[in-house]
């Protein structure tokens, strides 16, 4: 069986400035890879790049960070140019960029689900359209990151469920449209992860939402980011990490009713302490 190698490729991570796009990009230097990240944030993007040019596995890695806002598609396109044209088109896309504020419906205004539908899905519609002409030309690897709330509508998640329940259905069209260019298209669904975007959601979780989140274990960015290395050099097209989200996306496809009654149970129980 051929053995998946990582060296000397061009690895183009959007998010990649911190949380899982960062641990992905830090063990792909140590593979030999070239890595280009891409966030909004300069001064994030440069710590970054010190720590990963610092796990590489020889001098001559190139690894480059370009600022940039993916729900802006012209930016996008603007840096994918700039990029191809200096350093050569990707051979892996990992979209790893987005947020989210989870609260109730009514509390969410219609200003917040614009921008995370314009950052969480916008975004990598955004960053493929900008990289496909150039990984046309000789084939590659996609990963879009979803979440387990991808594939679980969960209580406070609206609009960020929206958004990654459309990278699920998005990812799957590309996949057997890009299959005639050798592309394959997988996607991530991670469970909690202890990020600093964690730690913002947090702040305005739900009572509901803290108590659903309380039944899976938290896992750490450099977990996530192995077994996603790990999904590209087996070609899955599901990568989900860790064991209770790998049960919860085969109990919601096989028993639904079962995923929905342990919800409401944990839901209506925290409602009845809040009540009293």
Known sequence: ?????????????????????????????????????????????????????????????????????????????????????????????????????????????????????????????????????????KGGVIVNTSSVVGYIGVFGYTDYAASKFGILGLSEALRSEFRRYNISVSVLCPPDTRTAGFEVENQTKPEETKAISKSGCILEPDQVAKELIMGISKNKKMIIPGFDAKLSYYLKRWCPGLVEFVMDRTILKTQKKQAK
Not at 34 to 55: P, V
């Open 1 to 137: 069986m051929k053995i998946f190698s990582f060296e000397g490729k061009n690895i183009y991570i959007f998010g990649g400035s911190s949380g899982i796009g960062l641990a992905t990009a830090q063990q792909l230097a140590r593979m030999g890879a070239n890595l280009f990240i891409y966030a909004r944030n300069k001064d994030r993007l440069q710590a970054a790049t010190a720590q990963i040019e610092n796990k590489r596995l020889v001098n001559t890695q190139k690894v480059v960070y370009m600022p940039v806002d993916i729900s802006d598609h012209h930016e996008v396109n603007k840096v994918i140019t700039t990029s191809v044209e200096t350093y050569g088109g990707p051979d892996i896309l990992i979209n790893c960029a987005g947020r989210a504020y989870p609260d109730y419906f009514e509390s969410i205004t219609y200003e917040q689900f614009e921008e995370t539908m314009k950052i969480n899905l916008f975004g990598v519609w955004n960053t493929i359209a900008a990289t496909l002409p150039h990984m046309k030309k």
